[in-house]
């Protein structure tokens, strides 16, 4: 009976095999690996929210300054006639059409810091329709589209406005 009870003592106390040890490496290997792409995921887009919300901010603002013009040119009275030479010199909503900022700029046309990663693009539509009312003499539609420079971000909003012959 001791023979048996020591050898039967000897086999519940045996170790895992070499095969079972790298298995077990390769496994948690792999759910490691898993986890951490998640993470890396998770952490490459936290800065997203931030950068939709400055993005949000710099559209208002140009679509703002935009609609505070008056509608038609206050030089010569025509709706959209010959846009004014530089930004700084911008009198009238249609001026600001085929704007192209690259880099968020104030109204005197001076980079605003930190913001140059984003592109601006403005188009004013004298053809728009607003509740019936139609063509150049009554409305204006102002699109400005704002985007991130690095594409992979996936930031493009476009916020839209109207500026009526009041």
Known sequence: MTVRRAADTRRG???ATLI????????????VSGSLLAVNHVVARSADPMLQHQASAIAEAYLEEILARPFADPDGGAVCGAPEASRDLFDDVCD???LDDVGARSQDDTAVAGLGAYRVRVDVDPAASLNGLTGAANVLRVDVRVNHT???LGIDLTLSGYRTSY
């Open 150 to 152: 690095q594409a992979a």
């Open 20 to 31: 079972e040890l790298v298995i077990s490496i390769v496994v948690i290997g792999i759910a």
């Open 13 to 15: 106390e045996r170790g």
């Open 96 to 98: 600001y059409d085929g």
